[in-house]
């Protein structure tokens, strides 16, 4: 992370990169050797490192089954692995047999089970879910190679702690339902895995396992057991979750931040890819500030802009869940505009200017529109923002849409019940016209003493096309009006790129380009869609 910007730069365009946290997955390679190391030396400091030479073997035999994750260029987490052929007679409970000792010359390539080496996390990097990136991405490569399953033979450094008190069985059946913690086996179960049985002397020099591991499966339902059958995902879910936030007078922005985290937090324990937050839902930061006028006031808000950033970038990353993060005055040579961030996952961020003010906006706040329609580029594919009042005009969703946009959503904050339809029937008109899924979040609550933003009506919702094979009233999960809440729900993108090609209508395909189109001005020239 770099230095926090000073409230004085907030008048100039503010750079993202200095709140980025550039997070990566990737394969490891040998140049990671004395990161891995220093990990081991951290997480294991009475057990012997690896050695290069294990590390070269394990990389010469099956590069593809071991990663690393980096954080702002700097390795913080590793997992190792193996293919075997499934057998129940092999020797699961003996580690440096089935590991080799750590050479993996066991390793078979054709192999239909993926036996788990290690994973390690740096302690300081502890509680961002890296575990939970390494574990996925042995999953994708499972079923990209259509493996079976995956084993593990997981520590239980917690029982230590209890051991004179319980047996390792007891220990484990109450980590398994959540009166205990374990550090280890706790996330284990979270990943997925199922507990097939308790194998003592694993690792004897283990101390705090007392020796003991637990055997895990977990299993790949996208597994073909036949070799000659071409494999192919029949669904591609992602999760989405709407954030419809109660507004609340704060005393300062820990207040504030405190009650973003928790949305974020429970996002990330329902492992949603995408986090969406209503339009200027930090509004409610003028509440701790002194009583101006609306656009001074809109631009004082501005000035909380850098905690802004940090706090959600920080956020994304820690609770690996992408967040739109509903939208917030920023001031940008001297001009005032309503910007919607992008806060990806591997600590990424991009923006979105609202395109169309109201005349609300303009007659309170002197908010200036952007002039550029984006698509952004995610690990679920390609979406759109559009912020409120955007999704009433349908040739922004149109240029969207040309862009391969599957998913858009929309912020609001909205004060009346009319307000919020304007956005409601607007948005499912565009799911409808464009094969996509709109999600909408709103706020609820009040704000007195806060002008232009004193009350508040939504009603959060996922919305899908209107077809046979999505749900029976195109709403795929809703609010209850005016309650503060999170709704969840799992779209396939599969589902519609079937949709769109094989519908009972093609409204993409069916367009009248020979009437009509939609001409977009881009810095690059001028685009008919």
């Known amino acids: ?12 365009e503010i750079d993202l990169s200095q709140f980025e946290w550039n997070l990566i997955v990737r394969p490891t390679r040998i140049e990671d050797y004395p990161a891995l ?13 690896w050695t290069r030479q294990q590390i070269e073997s394990q990389l010469s035999r099956f590069p593809e089954g071991q990663f690393v994750v980096e954080c702002d260029g700097e390795v913080v987490a590793s997992s190792s692995s193996l293919l075997v052929n499934f057998d129940d007679n092999l020797e699961w409970h003996n580690w440096m047999k089935m590991a080799d000792g750590g050479f993996i010359r066991s390793h078979a390539p054709d192999g239909d089970t993926m036996y788990g080496i290690e994973i390690m ?7 961002m879910r890296l575990s ?64 097939q049985g308790l194998i003592p002397n694993y690792l004897p020099s283990d101390q705090e396992s007392c020796g003991y591991a637990t055997f895990l ?30 507004m609340r007078a704060v005393k300062d922005f820990d207040e504030f931040a405190k009650q973003a985290r928790y949305f974020v937090d429970v996002a990330g324990d329902y492992k949603c890819d995408f986090l969406l ?53 920023v001031v940008e040579d001297d001009t005032l505009y309503n910007i919607s961030y992008l806060f990806r996952r591997d600590g990424s961020i991009e923006k979105q200017y609202k395109l169309h003010i109201t005349p609300s906006e303009r007659r309170w706040w002197g908010v200036a529109g952007g002039d550029k329609v984006e698509v952004f580029q995610t690990d679920c594919g390609p979406i759109s923002i559009q912020v409120c009042y955007d999704c009433q005009f349908p040739e922004v969703s149109r240029i969207a849409a040309e862009q391969g946009a ?57 919305f899908t096309p209107a077809d046979v094979t999505f749900a029976r009233d195109a709403i795929g999960a809703e609010a209850n009006p005016n309650v503060e809440m999170v709704v969840i729900h799992d779209v396939d993108l599969e589902l519609l790129r079937r949709h769109r090609e094989q519908g009972s209508v093609t409204n993409w395909h069916d367009r009248r380009r020979d009437l009509y189109g939609v001409r977009y001005q881009t810095p690059q020239g001028t685009r008919d869609i």
């Open 121 to 127: 996390v740096d302690p300081e990097f502890r509680g």
């Open 1 to 12: 992370m770099q230095d926090e910007v000073s409230a004085s730069e907030l008048t100039d």
């Open 277 to 329: 937050f209503p339009e200027l839902f930090t509004l409610q930061l003028l509440s701790c500030l002194p009583s101006q006028r609306p656009g001074s006031a809109a631009r004082a808000l501005s000035e909380f802009t850098p905690q802004y950033l940090e706090l959600f970038a920080e956020m994304a990353v820690s609770f690996d869940t992408n967040i739109i993060g509903g939208s917030h005055f």
């Open 406 to 462: 599957n998913l858009v959503f929309v912020p609001f904050n909205t004060d009346t019940q009319l307000g919020y339809l304007r956005v409601r029937l607007c948005a499912q008109a565009r799911a409808v016209e464009n094969h996509f899924y709109v999600a909408i979040a709103g706020c609820t609550g009040n704000l007195p003493f806060v002008e232009n933003a004193d009350i508040h009506y939504a009603q959060s919702a996922i």
């Open 37 to 49: 190391v220093r990990i081991q030396n951290k997480c294991f400091p009475e057990m012997e490192t």
């Open 132 to 195: 939970r990136r390494l574990y996925q991405a042995r999953k994708d490569l499972c079923r990209q190679r259509n493996i079976a399953r995956i084993i593990i033979g997981g520590r239980i450094p917690g029982y230590h702690k209890n051991a004179d008190t319980m047996s390792a069985r007891e220990y484990v059946e109450r980590v398994i339902d959540k009166s205990l913690y374990d550090p280890v086996l706790t996330a284990q179960i979270a990943n997925g895995f199922a507990l």
């Open 217 to 246: 499966e977990w299993k790949n339902l996208d597994y073909s057991a036949v070799p000659s059958r071409r494999f192919r995902r029949s669904v591609e879910l992602v999760r989405i979750g709407a954030v419809q936030y109660q």
